[in-house]
């Protein structure tokens, strides 16, 4: 799990609002605000306002629903992280097959939501370099090659970057004449 995820699972409500979206979450973190900024007034600042024994219990209330609230986000959290990993999985069998059909337009579509899903992802990268090679767009495959080799995920898949390199040279960028083998020119064809 990232720190980012962790971090808003600090504040109740704080992780289904950021991630989801959800209007609960916004609901939550928005009343944990008033109450706690309540406290805090009664406690320090104007301690006349509730007594001495209602803001103690008022803590104890923060407390529990603060414990709850992030082990409930947390939990939640590695739900949706599971979730979206399956349908990120999907995708790239899904762009595979639509690759295989030479689909594509279809694969590329599907590898680029992968790759939103998560950038890092060597595998998906590498794909699409092919995917473009084969769908003579040699500027954009080499673009990923590059990312691709900055990715730390990227050294298992050192060989197959490098076979996509050549073959993309050998199909675009030395594709002169001369280097052909021109039957028609007789310095070429004798060579």
């Known amino acids: 799990m990232r720190v980012s995820h962790l971090l808003t699972s600090c504040w109740p409500g704080l992780a289904p609002l950021w ?3 959800e209007w609960s979450g916004l609901l939550l973190a928005i009343s944990f605000t008033i109450v706690v900024n309540l406290v805090v007034v009664a406690r ?3 301690p006349e306002l509730l007594g001495t024994t209602l803001p103690v219990a008022i803590w104890l209330l923060v407390g529990v629903v603060w414990c709850c609230s992030t082990y409930r986000a947390i939990r939640l959290q590695r739900e949706w992280l599971a979730a979206a990993e399956e349908a990120n999985v999907d995708l790239f069998v899904q762009a595979q097959q639509e690759y295989l059909r ?3 337009f279809e694969a590329e579509t599907l590898l680029r939501r992968r790759l939103e899903l998560d950038p890092a992802d060597a595998e998906t990268r590498l794909l699409l370099a092919t995917m473009l090679r084969h769908g003579k767009r040699p500027d954009e495959a080499k673009r990923e090659l590059r990312r691709l080799r900055r990715l730390e995920s ?3 898949w050192r060989w ?3 076979r996509e390199e050549e073959l993309l ?3 675009f960028f030395d594709a002169s004449p001369t280097s052909q083998g021109d039957s028609s020119n007789p310095t070429t ?3």
């Open 19 to 21: 991630w989801r979206g």
């Open 44 to 46: 320090f600042i104007w």
């Open 102 to 104: 030479g689909h594509w």
């Open 154 to 156: 990227a050294d298992g």
């Open 160 to 162: 197959e970057a490098e």
């Open 169 to 171: 040279k050998q199909q």
């Open 189 to 191: 064809a004798a060579a």
